[in-house]
C-alpha cells in the first residue's frame, strides 16, 4: 500500500483508560442553524467517470477508492488471490462498486457518505455485530486526485475529516493546481478565501502571503510536511511541482503548533512513494521565454512492495515580465518509503532546489504608475543592476517520517527534518525619500548586499490512540517537538547610487562598497509539548487543545567587524527566553444530513526580537480568535460547503515609546474581523466548481502617536483588501465527439487596499481593486489515436486579458506593477 495514498491498520482490542489533560478550562458555544432539507441519496449522485481495468482486486480498489474518494474497510486476507473484470463508463459510487466487486462473491455496505465495509457474505453477522476485524485494510481514496478534499491531518495532527474539525481550513489538492495549471506559490491559494498572495513579479521571489488581514510569512506561517519552513526568510518560496496538496489552517495554531501568526498557517505536504507504478513526464513553455522539464518517477521498488521510491524533477529556464529578472529554478526531490509490515513505515524525504530571480525591489512612483503623472513607467522597466542586483537560492534538505502502530493500538508518528540554505541576495532599492523620477527622467537605485547562511534542525513526535469512556469516543494525542536554528547575515549598502533613465536605460555603471553596516547571528531553540483530545458523544464533537513552549533567542550584533565600529560600538549579544501556555477549544453538532455548525476559541503566540529602553526583551504578542461558522458535506456527492464568521486580536504589537525618543514599547493592538465563505463540489461527473468569498475589517485598534505626532489607530494594514471572491469551473466531456476535453475558467476579483502610511502626515492612498480572469484547456491525446494514450495537452493562462493592476509598495508613495498575462502549453506523458 502506499504511503500517503493507503494507510494499513491492525486493529486490536483496546480497553478504556483514563488520560491527564494539559491545560484548564474551555470556552465553547452552539451556534444555532435552521437545517437544510432531505440530504442527497447515493441514487441521485451524480456519476463518476472510472477507468480500471482488469486486474488484481486490491489494485482495482485501491484505484477505486483514489477515483471516487471513499474510504474502504476490509479484512486484509478477503482480496488475495481474487481478480476483477475492471470499471469503464460513469457510474455512481453506489453502482460503481457494485459492478466492480461482480463476480468476486463479496459483498459491501456504506457506513457514512464516504466510507464503505467490505466482506463476504458468510462475515456480515459478524461485522455487523461489532466484532473487530484483525488485520483489517484501511484504504483511503487519495484526496489530492479529487478537487474536493475531505480529510486533512494539518488541522489536528490526526487524520481527521474536515467536517469535523471545528476550525476552518481549506484545501488545495494536486488535482486543483493541475486544471488551473499552477505554476508558483501565488496562484496555488489564489481562489482560497482569507489568504491575500501579494504579487512580486520578477522580484525578490519570496512569497508574501496575509490570511485573514495578518502578515503570514516565513518560519512563523510557512510549513513543508509539518515542521516549519523558511527560518531564512528568503528561503520560503516552495516549487509546487512536487507538491501533493496546499494545507490553509485560519486563525491561531499555537495550540499544536508553538509560535506563529495568529492569521493561520499554510502546510505544503510534497509527493510522496507510491504503491503504484508511477512515470510522468512533462515539457512546458510559455511566454517570456519560459523553458521547462519535469519527471515525476515511483513506484514499488521491490516485488513484495516492502520498498517503495519516488523521484520528482524539474529543471526551468526562464524570463518574467521584467528585463534582466530570470525565474530559473532546478529542483530534484527524492523519497524512499520502506514497509516491513502493516504496522510500520519510515519515509525519508530529501530536496534540493536552486532558485535565480531579480533581485529588485521593483516599487515604482504611484505618481509616474497609478496616478499616471508624468512620463508613464514601463511594467517590464528593470529598476536593478545587472549582474549585480540578483536574488539566489541553494536549499537543502533531509528528512524522514516514521510511523508505528503498538499492539496497544497507540500510533506513533515521529517528523525530522534538517536544512541547510544559502543565499546570495543583492538588493536594488530606491535611493530617494520619498522615491521619485527626478527630473522627469532619472530614477536612482542603490545597492544592498545582504547573503543570508542558516541551518535548522527540526523533530516532532506524537502519540495518538482511540478509546471509549463509557459513551464517549475518545481520539487523544500527546506530542512534543523541538527545533533549533541558527542564520547569519551580513548587510553592506552601496556607497554611491545611479540615475537609470527611465526611457531609455543605460545600466553601464559602477557600484562601490565600503565596510558592512550590519554583521549578526541568530540563534533559537525551542521545545514544545502539546495534548488534544477529539471528543464524540453521539453527534457532539468537542475538541480540546494545549500547548506549554519553552525558546531561547540570542541575537549576536559583531559590530566591530562593520562601519559602526568607527562610532564606538562593540560587540554585544542580546539574550531571551520567553515561554507561553497556548488553547483551543471547539464544539460541534453533527447533523445526520452532513451540517455542522461549530464554535471556537484559540489563542496564540510570537515571539518579537528587541528591547526596550530599559534593556528588557520584548515580550511576545499574544492572538486570540473567537470563530463560529456551518460546515456542509452533502451525503451521495462530494461536496464541501463552508461558511464562518471570526474575530481576531492580536495584542503587544510594537508602537511608538512616547516618553523615550527612539525606543519602542507594546502597546499596540490590531483586530481583524470577517466573513469567508467557501464552496468545493464535483457537481456531476463532467463539472467541477470552486468558489469563495471573503470580507474582511482589519485595523489597528491601539497605537501611540511618533514623533510628527501620527497615530495609526483606526487605519487598515497595507495590502489588506475588505473584499475579494473567486470563481472557477473546469469541465470535462466523457463522451462524443469532445470526449477527453477538459476547459477551465476563472475570476478573481480583488477589493481596494491601501499603500503603507506616510509616518509624517498619517496619509495613506488607496489601491484600486481589480478583476482577473483565468482559463485552462487539456485534451487527453489518446482520444484522438489510441498510439498516443498517456500523452496530454495543456495550455493555461492567467490573466488573460492583460489587465494592469497594482499591489502596494515598500514606500508610502510606491506600488508594484502585478502579474502581466502569463500563458502556459504543455505536454505531459504518464505510462
Not at 795 to 818: C, K, M, P, Q
Request: aromatic share 12%.
Amino acid at each position: 500500500m502506499a504511503a500517503g495514498w493507503e494507510r494499513l491498520r491492525r486493529r486490536a482490542d483496546g480497553t478504556a483508560g483514563r488520560t491527564a489533560w494539559l491545560s484548564g478550562t474551555a470556552v465553547c458555544a452552539l451556534l444555532a442553524i435552521a437545517c437544510p432539507g432531505a440530504a442527497h441519496a447515493q441514487e441521485g449522485a451524480p456519476g463518476i467517470a472510472f477507468s480500471i481495468p482488469a486486474q488484481d482486486l486490491g489494485s482495482a480498489l485501491t484505484r477505486f477508492a483514489d477515483t471516487a474518494g471513499l474510504r474502504l474497510l476490509f479484512p486484509s486476507d478477503l482480496v488475495a488471490g481474487r481478480r476483477t473484470s475492471g470499471l469503464s463508463g460513469t457510474y455512481s459510487r453506489d453502482a460503481g462498486l457494485a459492478r466492480l466487486l461482480a463476480g468476486t462473491g463479496l459483498v459491501y455496505r456504506f457506513t457514512s457518505a464516504n466510507t464503505v465495509t467490505i466482506t463476504s457474505p458468510q462475515a456480515q453477522g459478524a461485522a455487523g455485530s461489532g466484532a473487530d476485524w484483525l488485520g483489517t485494510v484501511d484504504v483511503e481514496g487519495d484526496n489530492t486526485q479529487q478537487v474536493v478534499a475531505l480529510e486533512t491531518s494539518a488541522g489536528t495532527k490526526t487524520e481527521t475529516p474536515l467536517i469535523d474539525t471545528p476550525q476552518s481550513i481549506s484545501v488545495v489538492t494536486r488535482a486543483e493546481m493541475d486544471q488551473r495549471g499552477v505554476q508558483d506559490f501565488n496562484s496555488a491559494v489564489a481562489y482560497t478565501p482569507g489568504v491575500r498572495a501579494v504579487d512580486y513579479p520578477g522580484g525578490q521571489g519570496m512569497p508574501d502571503i496575509y490570511i485573514r488581514g495578518f502578515r503570514a510569512i516565513d518560519q512563523n506561517a510557512n510549513y513543508r510536511d509539518g515542521l516549519r519552513n523558511g527560518f531564512n526568510n528568503y528561503d520560503s518560496d516552495i516549487e509546487v511541482y512536487g507538491l501533493q496538496r496546499l494545507d490553509v489552517v485560519k486563525g491561531p495554531t499555537s495550540a499544536l503548533y508553538g509560535a506563529g501568526t495568529p492569521g493561520g498557517i499554510i502546510d505544503a505536504v510534497t509527493k510522496r512513494p507510491t504503491a503504484t507504478p508511477l512515470h510522468e513526464i512533462e515539457i512546458l513553455g510559455g511566454n517570456y521565454d519560459r523553458i521547462q522539464g519535469a519527471f515525476d518517477i515511483g513506484g514499488p521498488a521491490t516485488e513484495d512492495g516492502t520498498w517503495l521510491y519516488r523521484l520528482t524533477g524539474l529543471f526551468r529556464d526562464s524570463g518574467t515580465q521584467i528585463d534582466y529578472s530570470p525565474d530559473n529554478r532546478i529542483y530534484i526531490a527524492p523519497a524512499v518509503t520502506w514497509q516491513p509490515n502493516a504496522n510500520t513505515s519510515l519515509t525519508l524525504l530529501a530536496n534540493y532546489q536552486k532558485t535565480e530571480k531579480g533581485g529588485s525591489e521593483q516599487s515604482i512612483p504611484m505618481a509616474n504608475s497609478l496616478f499616471q503623472l508624468g512620463p508613464k513607467i514601463s511594467p517590464s522597466l528593470y529598476l536593478g543592476a545587472p549582474g549585480l542586483s540578483s536574488w539566489n537560492v541553494e536549499n537543502t534538505s533531509v528528512g524522514y517520517e516514521f510511523k508505528h502502530r503498538f499492539e496497544n493500538d497507540w500510533q506513533l508518528v515521529q517528523n525530522a527534518r534538517y536544512t541547510h540554505s544559502d543565499v546570495d541576495y543583492a538588493s536594488a532599492w530606491g535611493w530617494d525619500w520619498p522615491i521619485a523620477v527626478v527630473d522627469n527622467k532619472y530614477f536612482n537605485v542603490g545597492v544592498q548586499l545582504r547573503p543570508k547562511v542558516s541551518d535548522s534542525f527540526l523533530i516532532d513526535t506524537h502519540l495518538s490512540r482511540d478509546f471509549q469512556t463509557g459513551p464517549v469516543a475518545h481520539k487523544i494525542l500527546l506530542g512534543v517537538d523541538g527545533g533549533w536554528y541558527n542564520a547569519s547575515e551580513v548587510r553592506t549598502n552601496s556607497t554611491n547610487y545611479n540615475s537609470i533613465n527611465i526611457f531609455a536605460p543605460d545600466y553601464n555603471f559602477i557600484y562601490t562598497f565600503g565596510r558592512p553596516w550590519s554583521d549578526t547571528e541568530s540563534t533559537i531553540s525551542q521545545i514544545g509539548v502539546y495534548a488534544q483530545d477529539q471528543m464524540t458523544l453521539n453527534n457532539w464533537l468537542l475538541t480540546l487543545s494545549g500547548r506549554q513552549d519553552w525558546a531561547r533567542n540570542e541575537e549576536a550584533n559583531y559590530y566591530s567587524r562593520t562601519i559602526l565600529a568607527d562610532y564606538g560600538f562593540t560587540d554585544e549579544v542580546v539574550a531571551a527566553n520567553y515561554s507561553a501556555f497556548t488553547w483551543r477549544a471547539g464544539l460541534g453538532y453533527k447533523f445526520d444530513n452532513g451540517v455542522m455548525p461549530y464554535a471556537s476559541y484559540a489563542t496564540s503566540f510570537l515571539p518579537v526580537a528587541g528591547t526596550d529602553f530599559q534593556g528588557r526583551s520584548f515580550k511576545p504578542t499574544t492572538g486570540e480568535q473567537y470563530e463560529a461558522g456551518i460546515k456542509y458535506e452533502p451525503q451521495g456527492w462530494r461536496a464541501m460547503f463552508t461558511a464562518s464568521v471570526f474575530q481576531i486580536t492580536q495584542q503587544n504589537v510594537l508602537t511608538t515609546d512616547p516618553v523615550n525618543v527612539g525606543y519602542s514599547v507594546q502597546d499596540g493592538e490590531v483586530r481583524s474581523r470577517g466573513i469567508e465563505l467557501e464552496a468545493k463540489a464535483n457537481v456531476t461527473a463532467n463539472l467541477d466548481i470552486i468558489a469563495s468569498y471573503t470580507y474582511l475589517d482589519t485595523v489597528v485598534t491601539q497605537d501611540n502617536a511618533n514623533d510628527a505626532g501620527i497615530s495609526k489607530v483606526g487605519t487598515t494594514p497595507s495590502s489588506v483588501p475588505h473584499n475579494s471572491a473567486a470563481l472557477w469551473a473546469y469541465y470535462t466531456f466523457h463522451e462524443g465527439t469532445l470526449d477527453g476535453l477538459g476547459i477551465g475558467a476563472g475570476l478573481r476579483y480583488v477589493g481596494s487596499s491601501w499603500a503603507v502610511m506616510n509616518d509624517a502626515n498619517g496619509g495613506q492612498i488607496a489601491i484600486p481593486g481589480y478583476t482577473l480572469v483565468d482559463a485552462s484547456l487539456r485534451y487527453d491525446l489518446g482520444k484522438l489515436d489510441q498510439r498516443l494514450r498517456g500523452a496530454t495537452f495543456s495550455l493555461s493562462g492567467t490573466n488573460i486579458f492583460d489587465t494592469e493592476y497594482y499591489t502596494a509598495g515598500f514606500y508610502w508613495n510606491s506600488v508594484i506593477y502585478g502579474t502581466r498575462r502569463t500563458v502556459y502549453a504543455s505536454l505531459n506523458y504518464r505510462w
